[in-house]
């Protein structure tokens, strides 16, 4: 796949060059108290990293996890995906590097991924789950047009606990690229 461009960033293919700074990321409790699993050691990062970049080479590729790198540098400042949820749906995640959070990029690397999502991947439907502290993450897809569809109970484990997720989603007719 080609890079897809945003208006802060880049969205690219992972690559296993890229292993320092992906475990920089999911090694990061101020990152992954927020995600669905716990901080990943570099051993963990660097199995969970190839299996990214297998996946990403299939032809029918189950997922599309992708690195986000500022316009104007390579570097990895974190990552966005879009998971298989149903018939013609979708489910968004995201993640940026702490030292990053802030400039607009989770904000801009969603609305690539939604770009992909209602485009060329033919999606009627993406959804997210939240955590309900996570005010930066709900403050993205509301600027982003999704819609509040309610609370999951206990929906993962992570950190040693249980954790509620909010649901939002947004549908291909009410996504505006702006």
């Keep these: 796949m080609e890079r897809l461009i945003g208006d802060l960033v ?15 990321i999911v090694g ?5 108290s927020w995600l669905s699993f716990d901080s990943r050691d570099r ?11 297998e996946r990403s080479a299939q032809e029918d590729r189950p ?9 104007d540098d390579d570097r990895v400042v974190g990552f966005a995906r879009l998971g298989p949820t149903g018939v013609r749906a ?4 995201y993640a940026i590097h702490a030292d990053h959070w802030g400039h607009g990029y989770a ?27 996570n005010e930066a993450s709900i403050a993205v897809v509301k600027r982003l047009g999704f819609s509040y569809e309610g609370r999951i109970r206990h929906h993962v484990f992570t950190n ?7 649901l939002y989603s947004l549908l291909e007719s009410e996504f505006s690229d702006r």
């Design 43 to 53: 051993a963990e990062a660097e199995k969970t990293l190839a299996a990214i970049v």
């Design 160 to 166: 040693g606990d249980w954790r509620d997720s909010l």
């Design 107 to 133: 904000t801009d690397a969603s609305r690539v991924m939604l770009r992909l999502a209602f485009g060329p991947l033919g999606k009627h439907r993406v959804s997210a789950a939240i955590g309900p502290e």
């Design 10 to 24: 880049a969205l690219r293919e992972f690559r296993t060059s890229d292993l320092e700074d992906y475990a920089a």
């Design 63 to 71: 997922d599309y996890l992708l690195a986000v790198t500022r316009q």
């Design 28 to 32: 990061d409790d101020r990152v992954t």
């Design 90 to 93: 979708a489910h968004l995640g």
